[in-house]
């Protein structure tokens, strides 16, 4: 085949200059060419309000992860439970007067009002405080559900959740807790007179006492006279069927917060200087004036002593995620006692959590993404482990 029989005249070379590109047009062919695809959003669900009496709590943490949120790597679906534990889909939690306007539904298939549409997340967020969220029952659901969600797994909330039971662990595990007493409400109708001399002749005044399953000061009371104890012993048992009593500490509040799964982190410890008596519900979240010493001034033995205690006592209810561990230095010896553990502590504007990782050297933003990869991280982990014979 010569070279006249191959050019069948279509493939005939010109001798007209073909037109030059223009630059424009150069970068948008090499665009074209770099353009990766775009990647898909994490889908996050956050749940929050809930049956608890820490309800506007988790409307307030809430509403500050929500504006903190990355809205370019992250959608936020935004789920409500009320205080009736019904559940909505809403726009966000920025609007609390909002929440509560229009149908709520029951996610049990036998009610009336059953879910009528699907939710699609990639991951859960519980920013639920005490009862019925921060307490391994909404954790449990998504266990079963089989789906990632940030924080402590169904275990170490309850044990978080119950002080009682925390107690007793940290004890066992030779950490520093303040003297105590666990009473159970039919104990206490059986033999209150016997309960009110030993609390007399064992716990020199103040005292505290306060319900073993709430969180954010709820129902705790300061006794600073024994006549004082039986009322405030009833209205603690209006909260909780088992209360604690608790010996008082004169000495500096102090708090830590511990992030990570099996290799957890704790931050510079920092300092509450209440304005009222003791750091209740209505210091911390009504009133707000309340001092913070962030960081907490201490010398870097005592620093260190407390982050090695959070630590201990994170692994000690294994848990997961985050946790804020709270302590006492005493004033007389200098002796720290570690007083409990939250393990979805508060995400509010004022909150020693957020604060303490920010000049630890994590912002806000960071911590919230940080706390998603946990997540996932421990599901994938979990999700290696056997579930059947085979």
Known sequence: MNGEEFNDGKNEISDEKPEPISRKEQLNAMNKV????KQRKI???LLFGGRSAEHEVSLASAKSIYNSVDKKRFDVVSLYI???GNWKIVPSPLSPEKLDKGPSFSFLPWRKKTWPKIIRADIYFPVLHGPYGEDGTIQGLLEMADVPYVG???LASALGMDKAIMKTIFKARDLPV???LILFESDWKKNTKSILKKIKNEFPLPFFVKPANLGSSVGISKVKNYS????VLHRAFSYDRKILVEEGITGRELECSVLGNEAPQASLPGEIFPFREFYDYKDKYVEEKTGFGIPAKLPSSIIKEIQHISIEAYKAIDCSGMARVDFFLEDKKGKLFLSEINTIPGFTDISMYPKLWEVSGIPFSHLVEKLIDLGFKRHKAKKRNLTFLQ
Do not use: E, I, L
């Open 34 to 37: 770099k353009k990766k695809p």
């Open 43 to 45: 889908r996050v669900c």
């Open 82 to 84: 009320d205080k009736k």
């Open 152 to 154: 402590a797994g169904v």
């Open 178 to 180: 303040v003297k105590h």
């Open 228 to 231: 004082q104890t039986s009322r």
